[in-house]
């Protein structure tokens, strides 16, 4: 019997069963500037309207939020969240996202599971005006268990040069503004993990599981109100490192985010890891986004027009002169 690429482990005709599951639902995240459909070597977007345009990228995947997901067997959220580790990147910047390909690895392909993860990027994307142009499924046995997968993505954004926020117009006496998270986000599942090891627990009346895997909010349809109303100073995505890593990358030399800490509304999910795990919470803030997924600087007129424009918005500390780049109060 001669050796084939299926023997091997490699299921061709599950890859195009993928695609025919995707392809339309892919297709209706493109616009005018999409030039080509699923399929070509190359993905390519035109761009106009543009005086002097800056792209912006961003690459990211989810970490170990996957083994969730995997272990309970629920693909719907995972999407989202890759897509939205890149694009809150590159918002920060007042970018809007253009366009978004996926990496997606695994040991033996489903097309059912493949095409469910692919889905709630184009969920994603629809709500980012964003387009789905392209991506890669790879099967390596031998490299992946059967049943494990792995997935990255990858979004390129645009904004006019001189409307780039960098954190560069921050100044004392500027506000700072907490976006809230949906939870976790994609960020400290390691640790998450070593505390709550059964995903099937109660809490709160249904499976940890459930409240550990809602999905990475999206923050561009929140920033570009904002950004047709105010001018913001800096932006701050609160990822991985939290608050206490994050923050700082936008606040200039001699200066210092000064945060209320008792301001800070965190989501009672991370109350119970903080209390199980009997975790410090400076450690806390050093890894999870407590409940903060976003951080919004203005100047002080801005801050009533801010939260009227964002209900859930609520200001959590101040700019001053420090050698630190932050401290909490």
Known sequence: MSNTYKSAGVDKEEG?????????????????NVLNNLGSFGAFYEIGGYKNPVLVSGTDGIGTKLKVALDTKNYGSIGIDCFAMCANDIVCHGAKPLFFLDYLACGKLDADVAAEIVMGMVKACKDNECALIGGETAEMPGMYQPGDYDVAGFCVGIVEKDQVIDGSKIKKGDKIIALPSSGFHSNGFSLVRKIFPDFNEEFEGKPIHETLLIPTKLYYQDIKKLMENVEISGIAHITGGGLIENLPRIIPEGLCASINESEIRVPSVMLELEKRGNIDRMEMHGTFNMGVGMTVVVDEQYVAKVLELLPDAYEIGEIVEDSKKIRFK
């Open 16 to 32: 195009y069963r993928t695609v025919d599951k995707i392809k339309s639902a892919v297709a209706e995240t493109h616009n005018k």
